[in-house]
C-alpha cells in the first residue's frame, strides 16, 4: 500500500510596487527539513488513523510551520497529487492551496524542520529540487495568475 501524506502549498501577497505585475508579488513558503538531504518543501506529512486529507494538511502545517487554519485562507479549484517512490516504497501526497490572511505572520518552525524562506516562483522551484515539485509550483502560480 502507497504511503499516504497531505499538506499545503502557502502562498503570500506582498504589496506590490505601482510598476510591478500582480504575480510578482506572490511568494511561496518552503521549510528545510533538518534531516536527510536537507531538502525543501511545503508542509506536509503522514494521515493519522480517523483523519480526513484536508485535516491532515491543516494538522501538519499547524506543527511544522506553527500556522493555524483561521490564519490561512484555503483557496478552492486547487488540489494536485503527486505519487513518487520513497526508499523503494510508493508514496502519493496530496497538497491544496493556501494563502497567508496576513502575510507578516510569523513561522513558528517544529525540531523536523531547520529553516524556511518565503521565496517568488523562480527561486521557490530552484530550492525545490524535484521535477514534480517545481511543475505543481508552476501550476500553481498560472493558477493564481489566470484567476486575477
Same mark, same amino acid.
Given at each position: 500500500?502507497?504511503?499516504?501524506?497531505?499538506?499545503? &502549498?502557502?502562498?503570500?501577497? *506582498?504589496?506590490?510596487?505601482?510598476?510591478? %505585475?500582480?504575480?510578482?508579488? &506572490?511568494?511561496?513558503?518552503?521549510?528545510?527539513?533538518?534531516?536527510?538531504?536537507? $531538502?525543501?518543501?511545503?508542509?506536509?506529512?503522514?494521515? !493519522?488513523?480517523?483523519? !480526513? !486529507? @484536508?485535516?491532515?494538511?491543516?494538522?501538519?502545517?499547524?506543527?511544522?510551520?506553527? *500556522?493555524?487554519?483561521?490564519?490561512?485562507?484555503?483557496?478552492?479549484?486547487? %488540489?494536485?497529487?503527486?505519487?513518487?517512490?520513497? $526508499?523503494?516504497?510508493?508514496?502519493?501526497?496530496?497538497?491544496?492551496?493556501?494563502?497567508?490572511?496576513?502575510?507578516?505572520?510569523?513561522? %513558528?518552525?517544529?525540531?523536523?524542520?531547520?529553516?524556511?524562506?518565503?521565496? %517568488?516562483?523562480?527561486?521557490?522551484?530552484?530550492?525545490?529540487?524535484?521535477?514534480?515539485?517545481?511543475?505543481? *509550483?508552476?501550476?500553481? $502560480?498560472?493558477? @493564481?495568475?489566470?484567476?486575477?
Amino acid at each position: 500500500m502507497a504511503v499516504r501524506a497531505c499538506g499545503l &502549498i502557502i502562498y503570500r501577497r *506582498l504589496q506590490p510596487a505601482p510598476s510591478s %505585475k500582480v504575480s510578482d508579488s &506572490i511568494e511561496y513558503l518552503l521549510l528545510q527539513t533538518s534531516y536527510g538531504t536537507h $531538502h525543501w518543501t511545503p508542509p506536509k506529512g503522514h494521515v !493519522d488513523p480517523g483523519e !480526513d !486529507d @484536508l485535516q491532515t494538511a491543516f494538522r501538519e502545517t499547524q506543527e511544522e510551520a506553527g *500556522l493555524q487554519a483561521s490564519q490561512l485562507t484555503l483557496i478552492e479549484g486547487y %488540489k494536485k497529487e503527486l505519487h513518487y517512490p520513497v $526508499h523503494g516504497k510508493p508514496k502519493t501526497v496530496v497538497y491544496w492551496l493556501a494563502e497567508m490572511k496576513d502575510c507578516n505572520t510569523e513561522i %513558528k518552525l517544529s525540531e523536523e524542520h531547520q529553516a524556511f524562506q518565503w521565496l %517568488k516562483l523562480e527561486d521557490a522551484c530552484k530550492f525545490a529540487e524535484y521535477e514534480d515539485m517545481q511543475a505543481m *509550483l508552476k501550476e500553481v $502560480h498560472q493558477f @493564481l495568475c489566470s484567476r486575477e
